[in-house]
């Protein structure tokens, strides 16, 4: 295996985490999983309650890297079209031409997407899954690498419409970023109250090296063991009785993807279970739907994902990557 490539999307990683943290009060380990996200190609999902900084962090990822970036505010009055974008007639030649969408860009902030109504959040849905849009029966690719950011607050149900699960199962990762720490808010008063720290933040890397980096991240070694592992965890959700549906195949497949992603920005060049284990509650997590019993009694889904993980017997760790013809 050539270690050229993987070592410089570490230290791409690595850049980026910088950056981001020096004007995100977070936990490093909640910059880390954004960071996954994005080299693993898997959408993130950031729930949160309102004013912990679920858009500040998605700018900061964003503007990291010198590539196109849009943000698209969902409101009830969005429309599918403002997201892929219309075809639109053009008096002078005399026919129909596109204009792309928000969604156009290598970097999407889909901010408060629960408040967009059902039509205007499943136009996302093929972008999602496939990096292109259809609109009037024609396919339009998009950029690469492509990222949708997506923020909601799942407090607040007034005026909002629950993302469906079909579209929950498209983003790899959920994240929630808690309130900060006593000393991290007070950080926050002598860094925001006078200014923007976001102003000051410059990218640290370029599409194209991004795009080198996810490419690399293809060749992270993944032991047979550990794919077995992975199928018997999702199985294992499936498997327990406080869950009404358990995690997809889609979910397995964006496991594997994301440990690797993972293992890479822990300098790695090989995937571990415990990269596994660190990853399944936010991978899984979203996609597991509580059967009524559970939810009656207030049973978390943490504790499902625990119990598939308890179930689970841990293959052995691996130390290092095989050699390869």
């Known amino acids: ?55 500040t962090l998605a700018k900061a990822l964003a503007r990291s890297i010198r ?17 892929t974008g219309v075809s639109v007639f053009n008096q002078q030649d005399g026919a129909f031409e596109f204009r792309p969408g ?6 999407v902030i889909a901010d408060e997407i629960n408040r967009a109504a059902p039509k205007t959040q499943s136009a996302l849905l093929e972008a999602m899954e496939e990096h292109n849009v259809t609109v009037d029966a024609t396919t339009y690719a998009l950029p690469r690498p492509f990222l949708v950011m997506a923020t909601q607050n799942p407090v607040e149900m007034e005026g909002t419409y629950p ?20 000393s991290a808010e007070i950080a926050i008063l002598d860094t925001h109250s006078a200014a923007d720290p976001l102003s000051a933040l410059e990218p640290v890397t370029d599409g194209p090296q991004v795009l080198a980096a996810i490419k690399a991240v293809t060749e992270v070694w993944v032991d047979p063991a550990l794919k077995a592992y992975i199928v018997a965890l999702v199985q294992a959700t499936r498997a327990n009785p406080d869950c ?53 009694a207030r049973k978390p889904v943490a504790d499902v994902i625990a119990a598939s993980l308890a179930a689970v017997p841990v293959p052995g760790r691996r130390r290092e990557s095989p050699a390869r013809s």
């Open 244 to 296: 009404r549906i358990g995690a997809s195949p889609r979910a397995g497949l964006q496991l594997v993807r994301l440990a690797r992603a993972y293992a890479v920005i822990q300098g790695r060049d090989y995937v571990i279970p415990d990269d596994i284990q660190t990853l399944a509650y936010p991978t899984l997590g979203h996609r597991v739907l509580l059967s009524t019993q559970a939810q009656l």
């Open 1 to 55: 295996m050539d270690s050229a490539p993987i070592a410089q999307a570490y230290s791409i990683a690595r850049q980026i985490r910088t950056a981001v943290l020096g004007v995100v009060e977070t936990r490093p380990e909640t910059v880390d999983l954004a960071i996954t996200a994005l080299l693993a190609e898997a959408h993130l999902l950031i729930e949160d309650v309102p004013g912990v900084g679920k858009t």
């Open 67 to 83: 590539s196109t970036v849009r943000r698209i505010q969902f409101t009830p009055d969005l429309l599918p079209g403002d997201v």
């Open 102 to 107: 928000g969604v156009f860009a290598n970097i």
């Open 163 to 182: 993302l469906p699960e079909s579209q929950r199962d498209r983003f790899g990762v959920r994240i929630e970023l808690g309130y900060p720490s006593t």
